[in-house]
Each structure stands twice: as structure tokens, then as C-alpha cells.
DNA sequence: TACCTTTTGTTGTAAAAACAACTGATATGT
DNA sequence: ACATATCAGTTGTTTTTACAACAAAAGGTA
């Protein structure tokens, strides 16, 4: 377990939390670790859940089977992710995913209740804890109110639209990188990159914008 | 603010928590109320939140305008709701929406950093606040993730597929009713309704599924 | 430099979705 | 019972997307 102060040091959760801190809060958080070989289940749908995982090392998919047996990947987890924190609530119900271990990892598991409730003993730190994990989940759902605004649009050129404009928002120019290859960006819009190529140059000679590799600039429409 | 505490009662953010303690918490929690007339602003986009707001009367459009002016409807907030509540991290930076009164409205704001912070005062049902709060939001955070998993599928067909599934294993039957009729069915997958009506059809005649109404039951297929 | 890989843009075709308009069927209310 | 409104399914047309295959450009490296 000590082996893994230091990536968790850098997670989210304990982020502002001194190692020697997060050594003592590991034991108050009943912290225990397990690690899984490569095909491995970590969970499966239908479990229930009442912790909180960091996975520190390895690489973790969160997948979902439908009823008809087609599988496909939700996300994936890199060491120094938290997963799980979604579903400690009481009325969460059944986890809706598989998480699988696709390659070998390490995986520690910290008691919600005790993460949630702020202990009488020493430990100073849980409220930044408490914390730290609210502001996490608080992201998560900013990003994710985000993308579904953008995936949401019904055409190729509206969901670039969506996006890019946001982009632009979020880093205040309308010339801006973004953090995507062409089929990086796809996949994020889940459209089919060719597609999405032909749209971006459909717009690019409306003049719309203009780009050059990641970088791109929004333009205003001339008038008229 | 006392003329809403019944409402507030009946809150994620308030559950389990009796009337007159409510009545206690709202000063704790530095609460104070504000009335909008239909068409006026709550918050523009850019703006720096530091409070959580619950709507206890009226109606409001979280929405978006896009680089080139386009509006877009994000959600919709009814009396009993909360918003803002992703917003309050340190690190959340601007608001990305407009909030707009689309009816009369009344808005109860409450102190962020103190529903955060455990206070040293009579507030003994304070914790549970703050759990209820991040619960919300895990909640939140789940049925984003599951629409997320619908939408982001390529077909109309595949998403009804998504979605039919998800919710077939949540009610955990192949039989089961869906809250929605067609119109906002086709809304939340943000698909075509009359396309979406005619797929439902095309999967019924090829034997996936029978469904009256909002009833729905999914049919493994026949071994030949 | 020559070779290989990755990335992006382009083209054509088939499939799918959007859109509009209409038909029944089923409520709802007066 | 009548008028009205809502909802679901259907059809035909236009637009858009997916998919496959290829070309061109850029970058790395032996």
C-alpha cells in the first residue's frame, strides 16, 4: 500500500493532502488494495458498491453489455483515476457496467461511509477530503453536461459547431488548439472522421473558420 | 421564505430533514430569496457562482447561445429543483449557460462554502445536507453517464437499442414501461421522432421487441 | 535519401436520418 | 355526441451520414 502514497498524492481526491497525511488517512479510511491480472473483473453489473476505488496501477475498462450481447466500452480508467464515487449513494442502485482489468493493475478500495462521514479521530484532513471528492464528481458532471450538449445536436456541422464554439469560450479567443487529432475529435463527437473532415472543410470554404492542424479560428461572417 | 419551506421539504437537498428544522438551517445557510419576472435573467453566461439555487416556484431554461448566436435549450428547471450546485468549486470557472426565467419565478440562493462547511453552531442535521448534496449529484452524474451511453451510439436503432436495454435492466424485466411517450422520447435521444417511430416499427416486425404504448417488451431472437 | 507511418483531406456509393405532410386512433372537455 | 387536441404510425422526398478506398502531406528513422 505504501508503495502508492506518491501516485496518490497526485490523484484528485487527495489533492492539497501531504503523503505522510495520506498515510495516516489510509487506515481511517479502511483502505485495503487488490490487484487483478489482465482479463480480470473488478466488478460486474449488478454488484453493489460501497467504495470508492483508485486504481494506481494498470488500466481498467468500464463496459457495458446490452441485452442482445453487444458489448461497448463506457470509458477508461488510467492509474490515478477514481471510479465508483457515482454509485456510493444509497438509493444508486445496481452498478450498470462491468469494470475489467485489460491490463494487469492495482486497485485500492477506500470505505465511502468513512470517506463521507468525518471522523472523531485525528484525522485533520477529511474535510479536505470531503471535499476534494465533491469538487471531482462536481467536474465530472460539468464535463459531461458539456459533451452531451454537443453530442446532442443532430448534424456533423452542429455538433462542430457546438463544440468549437465552447472551446473557444473556455480558452477566450477565437483562435484556439484544441486538445484532439481529427479522429480523436470524432470519437469525442462520435461522428465517422471522414464525415467530419468533409464538414470542416465544407465550413472552412463557407468561411466559417479556418484551421491548421488542431488550431482554429472562429470567424465572424463577412458583410454583406 | 418561510412560504416555502414546504416546497423546500420535498428537495433532494432537504430530504429527511423535518419543517421546522429547514426553517433553522435557512439562516445557517445564509439563504435569501429572489423573485424574476418571465423573460429575466438568473445568470448570464461568464458569470461566477458561489451559491446553490433552488427553484421553489416557476420555471427556467438553462440555455446556450453558440459562437454565431444560435440559442439552444440545455434543460429545464420546474419548482422543487436545484441548479448550480456543479458550479461551486473553486475551480469550475465561468458559467457556460444563461439561466432564464421562462415563467414568473422564484429563487432561493444558499451559501455554497457554508452548506460545504460543517458550521459550529445548532446545525445538527448540517451533515446530512451535505451528503443529500453530493448524492444529488451523483445522481445526476449516473443518468448523465447512462444518456450519454444512448446517445452517443450511431443509429437511431442503436440507440433505441441503448436505451431499451438500460432500461429493461434497470426495471430488471424484458417487460417494462418507460416514462416517456414518443415526442420526448425522440427528444431524449435526440432523434427524429416520425424516424424514430418508424425504427421502433422496423425492430417489432423483425421480432426484437413488442411494445404498446409506453410499454415495452424485448424478445430474444428466435433459434431457427 | 528512401522508406514507413500517421494524419488529414477527397471522392463515390449506399444507407440512414431529417423533414414535411397526412392518416387514424385515442383521449378530453363541453 | 361533437369538436378539439394529442399521440403514434406511415409515406415520400431531400439531406446527411457512414463506409470504404484512396491520395497527399507531414514526420520519424534507418
Chains 1, 2 share one sequence.
Not at 127 to 147: P, T
Request: glycine share 4%.
Amino acid at each position: 500500500m505504501e508503495d502508492y502514497i506518491r501516485i496518490l498524492k497526485g490523484t484528485k481526491l487527495f489533492s492539497g493532502i501531504a503523503e505522510d497525511e495520506i498515510s495516516l488517512m489510509l487506515s481511517c479510511l479502511d483502505a485495503h488494495l487488490r490487484e487483478y491480472r489482465k482479463g480480470e473483473y473488478v466488478f460486474r453489473q449488478g454488484e453493489y458498491i460501497s467504495t470508492i476505488m483508485m486504481l494506481v496501477d494498470g488500466e481498467l475498462h468500464i463496459q457495458q453489455d446490452d441485452y442482445w450481447g453487444n458489448r461497448s466500452i463506457i470509458s477508461h480508467i488510467s492509474a490515478g483515476d477514481m471510479f465508483g464515487e457515482a454509485y456510493i449513494a444509497p438509493e444508486s442502485g445496481a452498478l450498470l457496467n462491468d469494470v475489467v482489468a485489460v491490463e494487469d493493475s492495482t486497485v485500492i478500495f477506500l470505505d465511502a461511509k468513512k470517506i463521507m462521514t468525518v471522523c472523531s479521530s485525528a484525522c485533520r484532513f477529511h474535510s479536505i477530503v470531503v471535499q476534494n471528492l465533491f469538487f471531482a464528481i462536481s467536474e465530472k458532471n460539468r464535463k459531461l453536461v458539456m459533451k452531451l450538449g454537443h453530442i446532442s445536436k443532430r448534424t456533423t456541422r452542429e455538433k462542430l459547431i457546438s463544440y468549437l464554439s465552447a472551446e473557444s469560450r473556455r480558452q477566450n479567443s477565437s483562435d484556439f488548439t484544441i486538445p484532439f487529432n481529427r479522429q480523436q475529435l470524432a470519437d469525442f463527437l462520435s461522428v465517422d472522421r471522414s464525415a467530419m473532415s468533409n464538414e470542416l472543410c465544407r465550413m472552412r470554404n463557407e468561411g466559417l473558420l479556418r484551421f491548421d492542424k488542431s488550431r482554429f479560428t472562429l470567424l465572424l461572417p463577412e458583410k454583406n
